[in-house]
């Protein structure tokens, strides 16, 4: 699929000497992944190229694969072809000086309401941005090579934008995508355990999750997390953000919200949802993504409240007219 596309894109990476990498702000898996395997995929075809990962933030929780790289001058940026990674719009570009760059390409697999770039190539309905990556390895696999490393990256970025394979998103391509990488020799049991391995006092705060929880009449499982409880289990706001998971498995709940305060007193909003689509909902309130996983900012708990109620109502008409959720 796409396969022009893919052409045009490797033609500029063999063009260019100089190339910069960049993805969203507050980074998942995939924006990382895929980065980092991106690069170690071009530098391992074309040892002599600069490639570089700039961008503003980093998380955290990815330090284990270690840090991106530092910024260049901007004079630098002119003569450079910057790929941007996994990010729908040009507002969420953690590197605003991807404007500086001579060409720039946008690969991405979030619907596209935002295009931007020289070159585009999108695809909504993939899993994850890092099986992209992976079938831009397969399509070019006579002229590239794909060390363990790569292959780790690239495969990190898939197993956690799939949930671990488990979105509908997943399919036979995604397997055959993952089934390559593995191929390359990843040591799974080292990184399952650095990414899924949690402190003891993580589980403290995930009781304390599951003692606040709120579920409405419909079946909107919430929770809000303010910043003295953030204070009071140590938490950084990236991991108070990743409370949204704890709620996915609820029976009759098909919606589920975590609001995280921010320091600037702003509410982030994390949406995740079964059978219904909940971006439309995410797009009212400042925000966006995809049908099942959006996010969003409300600016007070009035404006909160206002969402809890129209996520109830969303699945109360949902419920009314279709069957088979659980
Ligand atoms: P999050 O809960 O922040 O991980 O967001 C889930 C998905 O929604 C991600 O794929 C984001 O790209 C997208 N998303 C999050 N926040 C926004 C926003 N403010 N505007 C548009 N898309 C967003």
Redesign the pocket.
Known sequence: MNTELKNKIFEKIRNYNRIILMR?IRP?GDAVGSTMGLKALIKAAFPQKEVYIINEDFSDYLSFLGGEDADISREMYGEALGIVLDT?SPERISNKKYVLCKELIKIDH?INISPYGDISWVEEERSSLCEMIADFYITFSSELTLPKEAATYIYLGMVTDSGRFRTVSTNSETLQCAAVMLGAGIDTDRLYANLYLEEYDFYKYKAFIYRNMKLTKNGVAYIYIDRKTQERFGLTTEQACNA?SFLDSIKNSIIWLAFIEYPDESIRV?LRSRFVTINQLAEKY?????DR?????VGSVKEMRALIRDADKLIKEYKETHEGWL
């Open positions: 969203h998942d729908a979030h949204v994390r400042s925000g966006g993504g995809h996983a959006s996010g969003a900012t």
